[in-house]
């Protein structure tokens, strides 16, 4: 079995900071993901990734950033964090193709961010 | 405008109860629909999957329907426990695309 670890558990920012969520996984899967969920409206895609130095943007990419210089790290950068913002972000990944399972995604344990 | 809804946004049963959760979708390429499911403070799991080249997936009390003309599928948890209360996910993709989630069910099992 892998895990997935994302730091810091819980991320405390003021108006207008850059923040760097980061996550590890040690599936050796190629594709990975940064997920925001929030409350009643589900998890939405803001990045992701195929393999290293990949990165693809998904419906919520719009104030974000993110990087992936290795297969097991992807990072999550929120460009300038907006007043009052709460939610919680989810890294994930999934089997490469042809592998067993290669369409279910494992996920973090989430980073919780809360902006002042 | 949402790919994937999820009817109702919360449900409440009684132990023993089946409780019925509800799926539609939009797009006619999708062609895989897994259902995960979320307990309170921990992150997403798979929970159970269907293909459409069948209209029924099993798998002990937790069942999905599947209608691809209608493009609606439904969970079905039979003998429902205080243990199942959680928030279900429908999700939807093409068979290599990338998982668009509905906005979920929260399920309160009460004893």
């Known amino acids: 079995g892998g895990i997935i670890t994302q730091t810091p558990k819980f991320l405390i920012g003021q108006e207008g900071q850059k923040l760097t969520l980061k996550c590890q996984q040690n599936f050796n899967h190629d594709t990975m993901y940064w997920y925001r969920q929030d409350s009643g409206k589900g998890l939405r895609l803001i990045y992701y990734?195929?393999?290293?130095?990949?990165?693809q943007k998904g419906d919520l990419s719009e104030g974000y950033d993110a990087s992936r210089e290795k297969k097991s790290s992807f990072s999550l950068t929120v460009t300038s964090a907006q007043k009052n913002e709460m939610a919680v972000f989810l890294c994930?990944?999934?089997?490469?193709?042809?592998?067993?399972?290669?369409?279910?995604?494992?996920f973090g344990a989430g980073t919780r961010l809360s902006v002042l | 405008q949402q790919q994937v809804r999820q009817s109702p946004q919360s449900l409440t049963v009684w132990e023993g109860e089946t409780a019925i959760l509800n799926c539609s979708y939009e797009?006619?390429?999708?062609?895989?629909f897994p259902w995960y499911w979320q307990f309170p403070r921990e992150s997403p799991a798979l929970l159970i999957a269907?293909?459409?080249?069948?209209n029924k997936k099993e798998d002990g009390r937790f069942t999905i329907f599947f209608n691809k003309r209608e493009k609606k599928l439904s969970l079905h948890i039979t003998d429902s426990q205080p243990g199942d209360s959680a928030t279900y996910f429908c999700a939807a993709s093409e068979v290599v695309g990338q998982l668009t989630f509905g906005r979920g069910t929260r399920l309160q099992v009460y004893a």
């Open positions: 269907i293909r459409p080249v069948s």
């Open positions: 990734s195929i393999t290293e130095n990949d990165l």
């Open positions: 994930a990944s999934r089997p490469d193709w042809g592998a067993r399972g290669q369409n279910t995604l494992y």
């Open positions: 797009d006619s390429t999708f062609d895989y």
